[in-house]
């Protein structure tokens, strides 16, 4: 059976790890997972269905049978996600959209339902799959696992001027409570915590450029293949 590698990246939000997690797949030419995406598919989903967001059940079922299709593009700016045959990109952008996400993401039946789907990326010849416990959780045996984090105030910053150039509402201060906010409870739940596999390699980066840290992250990748 062939062995397709797996290169994690998680983080918190606002670490920076969607654009590098996409810029290592394009210079890999490998698959791309951005696992955030479904949650925040199913999210959006249970508001269009009326489905509340502590319905354990009615998520779980929905999660099962979630359609949705990732269309990437060669340009990410072209990058679209369809729900149930609709474009629904712009909306999965909000911070709404997100806070509901990690909402849904500590709801054990949900984790499960989405699990396997997850797994379903991996596909030659390699991938890599960004989130909040792909190392931990979803591909444990991961060729190479990275955490990337930075501070609070940098993660804000990065994500305040994300929400200005697409046109989106919102203020810095608010922008840092919620990640203040959604890194507590991404941190303290049951299931999946956001944490660092313990076999990870940590990069902090507050004080890089995205391409230094997709350079760090490559380096890492060619040494630890090295190692296998």
């Avoid at 479904?38 to 269009?48: H, T």
């Avoid at 049978?65 to 996600?81: G, S, T, W």
Wanted: aromatic share 4%; glycine share 6%.
């Amino acid at each position: 059976m062939e062995l397709i590698p797996v290169v994690t990246i998680d983080g918190p939000s606002g670490s920076g790890k969607g654009t590098v997690s996409r810029l290592v797949a394009k210079e890999l030419d490998w698959h791309y997972l951005d696992s955030g995406a479904l949650y925040r598919v199913l999210a959006l989903a249970a508001q269009n269905h009326g489905i509340a967001l502590d319905d354990a059940d009615a998520l779980g079922t929905l999660a099962a049978h979630l359609d949705v299709q990732f269309c990437i593009a060669e340009d990410p700016a072209d990058d679209r996600v369809e729900l149930e045959g609709e474009n629904v990109t712009a909306a999965l952008r909000t911070e709404a959209c997100g806070n509901a996400a990690s909402q849904i993401a500590v709801i054990p039946e949900v984790r499960q339902a989405l699990l396997e789907r997850q797994r379903a990326f991996q596909q030659s010849p390699g991938l890599v799959a960004e989130g909040r416990d792909m190392g931990t959780v979803v591909f444990t045996d991961a060729l190479t696992k990275v955490f990337i984090t930075a501070t609070p105030e940098a993660r804000a910053e990065r994500r305040y001027k994300q929400l200005k150039q697409k046109g989106l509402s919102g203020n810095l201060a608010d922008v840092l409570q919620d990640i203040a906010e959604r890194d507590k409870r991404d941190a303290g739940r049951a299931v999946a915590p956001l944490k660092p596999a313990d076999d990870a390699a940590i990069v902090d980066t507050t004080e890089l450029s995205i391409e230094a840290v997709v350079e760090k992250i490559l380096r890492i990748i060619d040494l630890q293949s090295t190692e296998a």
